[in-house]
């Protein structure tokens, strides 16, 4: 590797992204730059090395003592430990939360369903209920509540199109002559026939795909994946980045069963989960909590119930602010 | 606080010592994972405490360095892979691993610290003073422009020269330490 190698462009990109001052898509461009060539990954590594050896001079300004007494007082000479420094959360009533349940629930399921005379055409949509349902090919759809789409066959009778808004859980009858094409935001996802579920929310950061059975191509501006079962796509809405990984939600079936699952899960991701569930708007607001891991199943459980045992099981206090519930704690 | 020593191979005053000589670094080595440092603190006091409950198993023979380092390693790992805190796949997990204290030993570190302070010393006073504010005290680019009055590109355009100055001063030891990446498993 020649030293004077790389770019300069690519040099400020390596500090911005040393620094924490990338943003997506010129993280993106980076990764390309890394990934085209050994030499370049090899040039990246020694620079992130010089970028870390600089930092042993800031350990001086590190309070190590300062450090060492925290750590002493969770520690005793027995070997046990006790918690780090409980924090004090105000208790406000969280009645709200149920009074916005009461609303949710006795909001009437609205759903219409509209046919062209050929049958060519179906729309569904849901308020505050999921709902199963038969499209003309055979395929079904489990739309999440408050979600819609839309079925139509192509003039041509060669493609299978759908529109979806929301949150969806797709099985599709095969036919590998009329492949199935959702538009769900910016991300075009084309299966021939196989299980997979969409979360395309208008209020999420990104759309997601979940593969269950077979495989599906997700596509947006340029960029495209392929994915097999137990894979997962993700495509960050703002930057337009599309990455793929091994799939590690139990629970993006989970609102077709009315149940939730969590094996040692952290707090974070068994928000983002009940969050989808419900359409509710859970809130960690301290970072400590994030991590705390949770181990449960909650099967036909009303939002307040789950977050009654949430609650309980993890020592946590829950109040009502606004349109938000937010968690409090002293973490695990 | 003292401990009641019951034959445990590791005594408060001896597990004191190595916090104060690991922490430093193990929170460096963490950070090239979970980035912000009050993450890596706390991954790194939980491995302490981790190692204080199990130390009547605990070999002081044994390299204890290695184990600090792959429990901070796993645990930062962990942390990134349940928060989905990394930005990047290839640039934190495929580039990561760096571990400078496996790789040089404490007189290794001290020549390098000099270095660094040399190279830091020769820079031009305001693109130090930018360096240090992004590196040490993590500001933002956009902070530090707020901060110094001056634009986001003359920010990048100091960090460049800083950085490529360090480069060059430490050239010799990013050779002479390269074989030595990844031994930790």
Same mark, same amino acid.
């Given at each position: ?252 079936q989970s609102f077709t069963q009315q149940k939730l699952v969590f094996e040692n899960t952290t707090l974070k991701e068994v928000v983002f989960a009940i969050n989808r569930q419900y359409h509710s708007n859970i809130k960690i ?48 | ?26 929170? @460096? ?31 002081? @023979? ?20 349940? @928060? ?102």
């Amino acid at each position: 590797m020649a030293r004077n190698d790389i770019p300069e462009e690519i040099l400020e990109l390596m500090i911005s992204y040393l620094s924490g001052n990338c943003g997506q898509a010129e993280t993106t461009e980076l990764e390309h730059w890394v990934s085209a060539d050994a030499g370049h990954k090899a040039a990246f590594i020694s620079f992130k090395k010089t970028w870390m050896m600089a930092s042993l001079n800031a350990e001086s300004n590190m309070n190590i003592d300062q450090e060492w007494k925290e750590l002493s007082k969770s520690i005793t000479s027995e070997g046990k430990t006790v918690s780090l420094a409980p924090r004090k959360s105000s208790r406000r009533s969280w009645l709200g939360i149920a009074a916005a349940f009461l609303v949710l629930t006795a909001a009437s399921i609205w759903l219409y369903r509209s046919f062209d005379p050929s049958e060519n055409i179906v729309a569904y949509s849901t308020e505050s209920e999921a709902q199963n349902n038969q499209l003309p090919d055979g395929s079904t759809v489990s739309l999440n509540q408050f979600s819609s789409i839309r079925y139509s066959l192509s003039d041509k009778g060669t493609q299978r199109n759908v529109a979806l808004e929301g949150d969806a859980f797709f099985d599709v009858k095969r036919d590998e002559t009329k492949p199935f094409i959702i538009a769900a935001g910016k991300a075009t996802i084309e299966v021939l026939g196989t299980s997979f579920y969409v979360d395309a929310r208008k209020d999420a950061k990104h759309i997601e795909v979940i593969v269950k059975s077979g495989s599906v191509s997700v596509s947006s501006t340029g960029n495209k994946v392929i994915l097999k079962a137990g894979e997962k796509a993700r495509l960050n809405k703002t930057s337009g980045s599309l990455i793929a990984s091994e799939n590690t939600d139990l629970n993006y079936q989970s609102f077709t069963q009315q149940k939730l699952v969590f094996e040692n899960t952290t707090l974070k991701e068994v928000v983002f989960a009940i969050n989808r569930q419900y359409h509710s708007n859970i809130k960690i607001s301290d970072p400590n909590l994030e991590n705390c891991p949770l181990t449960a199943t909650y099967t036909n459980k009303s939002l307040e119930s789950v977050l009654a045992i949430l609650k309980a099981t993890l020592n946590l206090e829950i109040e009502q602010q606004d349109k938000e519930i937010v968690l409090t704690g002293v973490g695990c | 606080m003292t401990d009641v020593s019951r034959n445990t191979p590791m005594d408060h005053s001896s597990f004191e010592a190595l916090f104060k000589q690991h922490f430093a670094h193990l929170c @460096n080595f963490s950070k090239q994972y979970v980035q912000d440092e009050n993450t890596a603190k706390d991954i790194v006091q939980k491995v302490f405490i981790k190692l204080w409950e199990s130390r009547a198993q605990i070999d002081l @023979n044994q390299n204890i360095q290695s184990y600090l380092f792959t429990s901070v390693k796993n645990r930062s790992l962990n942390y990134i892979r349940d @928060n989905q805190k990394y930005r990047s796949r290839v640039l934190d997990l495929d580039c990561g691993e760096i571990d400078l204290m496996a790789e040089t030993d404490q007189s290794g570190v001290q020549e390098l610290q000099a270095k660094i302070s040399q190279a830091l010393a020769s820079l031009p006073e305001k693109c130090r003073l930018v360096f240090e504010m992004s590196r040490f005290k993590e500001m933002k680019y956009r902070e530090i422009a707020e901060e110094l009055d001056i634009s986001q590109k003359t920010v990048e355009a100091h960090m460049s020269k800083a950085m490529k100055t360090l480069r060059v001063e430490l050239k010799d030891h990013l050779y002479a330490l390269a074989v030595l990446i990844g031994w930790i498993i």
